[in-house]
């Protein structure tokens, strides 16, 4: 049988390396954009208008017109390749006649907007404060739903309270992973914090629980069944009976997710990024950190030495 739980060392290493990069990606973004992760209006508030031209249209001309029309600092970018004379405007509120101002100022001084393919998205700036902090709210009370759900489960064996701690330390690495990602992505595509994104954020959390409760549950069964060996074996043992269940839900779902970037829409591209890394990152965590957490923690107990199944019984 594969000593698994032996590699822990290195599983920790790359673990740790992947949280650094991370976190060196989200510190780059804030020294770019002044954020750590670029947020949309969904959260910020804020008007985001899409805008289709029919000609050539230049950032300074843009941008003036929206500074002419009461908007200071507006952010300007061009989506696409030059010739496709997409731009997006990140501005404040604005109301729904100021936003027909402004479009009928780009008509007479930059170039024809095409009303058809341009959109214009609202979102009031007290409805983002809130959806911030329903969102933060929202991950905090998964991250102690999870806790407490792992603790109750595995109540009747010792130390169940270690189980939900090692869910919860494998679940904020693969949070970090999946921030630093899109993070990164933000600042190579321009990608933002949305609603959808956040959606994948908590889906990839929900994942990353089911995966360590499979691992962790069959650690349960073979406890009493192994009494008297080591910790380290039974761990290893359960680990191995269930990595090939773990791998083939994650597979079919990453082989669904795969098809979708290549085919799908670009609007869902990053929505689909998101989990599929996400599912990446949670598969390697649930074994490769929450489970190794358990044995160290248990021969850490044990002063060192290697804990048998009649201690942990």
Not at 6 to 13: A, E, L, S, V
Not at 72 to 93: C, H, S
Request: glycine share 8%; hydrophobic share 55%.
């Amino acid at each position: 049988m594969i000593n698994f739980v032996q590699q822990r060392r290195w599983f920790f290493i790359i673990a740790a390396g992947l949280v650094v990069l991370s976190l060196v990606a989200l510190g780059v973004s804030q020294a770019i954009f002044g954020q750590a992760l670029r947020i949309s209006i969904d959260f910020t508030g804020g008007s985001l208008f899409v805008l289709q031209f029919q000609s050539p249209a230049t950032e300074d001309g843009i941008r003036q017109v929206f500074e002419d029309q009461g908007l200071a600092g507006p952010i300007v970018q061009q989506l696409g390749t030059k010739d496709e004379n997409l731009w997006q405007v990140r501005a404040r509120f604005v109301s729904s006649d100021e936003a027909s101002a402004i479009m009928n100022a780009l008509d007479a001084q930059v170039g024809t907007v095409d009303r058809a393919n341009s959109t214009v998205d609202t979102v009031d700036p007290t409805v983002g404060a809130e959806v911030t902090r329903t969102a933060g709210l929202a991950v905090l009370a998964a991250a102690v739903a999870v806790l407490l759900f792992i603790w109750y489960s595995f109540r009747r064996i010792p130390h169940a309270f270690r189980y939900g701690v090692a869910s919860i330390v494998a679940m904020m690495v693969n949070v970090v992973v999946t921030l630093g990602f899109y993070t990164l992505m933000g600042i190579l595509q321009g990608w933002e914090v949305n609603a959808l994104f956040l959606t994948a954020l908590l889906t990839v959390i929900g994942f990353s629980v089911q995966d360590v409760i499979v691992v962790f549950d069959r650690i349960r069964e073979n406890i009493p069944r192994h009494r008297g060996e080591p910790f380290e074996l039974i761990v290893n043992r359960s680990v191995m009976e269930t990595v090939h269940r773990s791998l083939a839900t994650q597979l079919n779902a990453m082989f669904v997710m795969i098809a979708i970037l290549l085919f799908g829409g670009a609007s869902i591209k990053p929505f689909i990024a998101t989990m599929l890394v996400g599912m990446v990152s949670e598969t390697f965590t649930s074994l490769c950190v929450a489970v190794p957490i358990l044995v160290v923690w248990e021969e850490r107990s044990q002063g060192g030495k290697p804990a048998s199944a009649q201690a942990t019984a």
